[in-house]
């Protein structure tokens, strides 16, 4: 009896571990995908990004994450990017203004994703 609940308890401890170690993989992913996708930024502000954003996002439909920019870039968007996206350009009338806005959402969208990884 003793025996069979060791080895119940060695499995479950195992399937733990390997829940844990695929998340923490996914994590790592994640990081560096917003790491780059932040680095990009910076040198070409939202041009070639979409390979980076697509890779990051799994389920279209969850906007938890960079939504302005998935909707800037025409990748993976939803209804909430968009409108967001379009509150955003309406609020300014110069085409340069609407981009910098823009520009600064989806970074600030970027910093914060990268920083909700960092507090899992």
């Known amino acids: 009896m003793l025996a069979a609940m060791a080895i119940i308890y060695a499995a479950w401890q195992a399937a ?8 923490e993989r996914r994590l ?9 996708i932040r680095r990009q930024m910076s040198i070409t502000q939202l041009q070639h990004l979409s390979g ?13 994450d960079i939504p302005v920019l998935r909707a800037a870039l025409g990748v993976k968007d939803g209804p909430e ?3 967001r996206l379009e509150s955003l350009r309406e609020e300014v009338l110069d085409s340069s203004s609407r981009f910098d806005r823009t520009l600064v959402a ?3 969208e970027v910093d914060i ?3 909700r990884r960092i507090e899992e």
């Not at 790592?28 to 790491?35: R, V």
């Not at 980076?52 to 938890?64: K, M, N, R, S, W």
């Open 106 to 108: 989806a970074q600030d």
């Open 16 to 23: 733990q571990s390997k829940r844990d170690l695929i998340r």
């Open 81 to 83: 990017g968009r409108r």
């Open 52 to 64: 980076y954003v697509g890779a990051l996002i799994v389920d279209p439909a969850d906007e938890t």
């Open 113 to 115: 994703a990268i920083q």
């Open 28 to 36: 790592e992913f994640e990081l560096g995908l917003l790491a780059e």
